[in-house]
């Protein structure tokens, strides 16, 4: 669509406006301190039935709810554990998204048919504020269509939702940029099922226990498949040391390339190139603006540049491995 009058700057009147359509079951995309979300009242099967269809997501795919404090866990979630606390604490508000037993009450819609729920506070004035307004938990996956890239503008979540959303909250770009750090704490064993800017030591640190299976594998989540966080230009991931060799190749097949570059240095007849930040915080803040940045110039292939594998590049290198698949040459 291209009318933008569902984008609103996210001042005090706007907020009220959109405590009031979450009430009445419409949509609201706000912005969070990881990407933009889709709001819904998580506690109306009927508003949360619209995050799907606006997205285009089965409903098989559990939504998290985001919260306002951290007491409200009690309002969602039953035999929490008493590191739930420790950690909200120590990272609430913030990019930590915690799945725990779901109350009974809880409708299914919202979890997917799991009887687990997501909660998370994020970190982010406007959503607070909103979160205040509303009084309630409100659901939202991030604001793309399904498998397509997080947004992290409002004119993202315009791009890929249009009208399908009643009013589009704009709080500016996000900070961090990749979604939340996902822990499952619902089990005996306490598992990271995505990584996020909050690391595997950091968690640990904080739990004083070591996770298991502390990957990203993430076989048990269902909105962990593989391909997913994607432009539609097919996009492949290549090491710095084999990256001009591709290009080469490249060329001599006749693909047009754009390049998120790392550390090549574009030579300048490479018009289509983005250079990214050297440290992980920024690169990860400007990664999904990126990829959608080349995803627009249409033209045959997107060629990342592998980053470095430490562990402040850990979700970023996992979203890059959803977005991408390895280069065969
Ligand atoms: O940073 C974020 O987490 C953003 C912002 C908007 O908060 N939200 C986000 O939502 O990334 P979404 O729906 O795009 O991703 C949520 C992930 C999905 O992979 C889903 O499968 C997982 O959380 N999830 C939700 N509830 C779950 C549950 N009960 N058990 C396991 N995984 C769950
Ligand atoms: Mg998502």
Known sequence: MSSNDHIVMANESAIVEAALLLKQGRLVALPTETVYGLGADASNPEAVKRIFTAKGRPENHPLIVHIGSIEQINDWAVNIPDVVWRLANFFWPGPLTLILNKRPEVPLSVTGGQD??????PDNPVTLSLLKAFGGGI???????????????????LEELGSEVDLILDGGSCLLGVESTILDLSGEHFRLLRPGHISVSELETVLKTKLSNANASGVRTPGMMAVHYSPLTPAYLCANERFSGTLDKLAQVNKTVAILAYKYQPISKQAHFISMPERSAEYAQ?????????DRLKLDIILVEQPPETESWQAINDRLGKATVPIEF
């Open 139 to 157: 659901a939202a996956p991030s604001a793309n269509r399904f498998k397509h890239i997080s947004p992290t503008t409002a004119n993202h979540v």
């Open 286 to 294: 400007s990664l999904y603006a990126a990829l959608r940045e080349l």
């Open 116 to 121: 687990t729920i997501a909660l998370r506070m």
